[in-house]
């Protein structure tokens, strides 16, 4: 006998791009099913390690001449996830850095990147 279907919750705020229905969602109106809690976990994380890069590379005038003290760590994925478990957004054992790598380090620079363009875009739009 087929399964109920699960009741999503409704999204924040919903509209139509191109004709693309696009959800925004957040915490508290995430979307059930296998392995969802998962993905919000990694948002997070992914989340909270953009804002220590953009804090350290990036100003409102675009990235900065000087680097964070630990040094570029952002150059690779081994040197992003040492950095990331130096400041506590390693697993809770501390062993384990292969999502680090692998997941939250390309997520990061692929995001990190944009923002950079973004600033880039809007200092030459509006150079004041």
Same mark, same amino acid.
């Given at each position: 006998? &087929?399964?109920?279907?699960?009741?999503?919750?409704? &999204?924040?705020?919903?509209?139509?791009?191109?004709?693309?229905?696009?959800?925004?969602?957040?915490?508290?109106?995430?979307?059930?099913?296998?392995?969802?809690?998962?993905?919000?976990?990694?948002?997070?994380?992914?989340? %909270?390690?953009?804002?220590?890069?953009?804090?350290?590379?990036?100003?409102?005038?675009?990235?900065?001449?000087?680097? &964070?003290?630990?040094?570029?760590?952002?150059?690779?994925?081994?040197?992003? %996830?040492?950095?990331?478990?130096?400041?506590?957004?390693?697993?809770?054992?501390?062993?384990?850095? %292969?999502?680090?790598?692998?997941?939250?380090? &390309?997520?990061?620079?692929?995001?990190?990147?944009?923002?950079?363009? %973004?600033?880039?875009?809007?200092?030459?739009?509006?150079?004041?």
């Amino acid at each position: 006998m &087929p399964r109920k279907k699960t009741e999503q919750p409704e &999204p924040l705020d919903s509209f139509i791009v191109s004709g693309t229905i696009v959800e925004v969602r957040d915490e508290s109106c995430w979307e059930v099913g296998r392995g969802m809690h998962n993905n919000l976990s990694k948002e997070q994380r992914i989340d %909270a390690a953009l804002e220590l890069v953009v804090d350290d590379y990036l100003t409102r005038e675009g990235r900065k001449n000087k680097l &964070p003290r630990s040094g570029d760590y952002m150059r690779n994925a081994s040197e992003f %996830a040492r950095e990331m478990e130096r400041r506590g957004l390693g697993t809770l054992d501390g062993c384990d850095d %292969a999502s680090l790598r692998k997941s939250i380090y &390309p997520e990061v620079k692929k995001r990190f990147e944009a923002f950079e363009r %973004a600033v880039d875009a809007k200092n030459k739009s509006d150079p004041n």
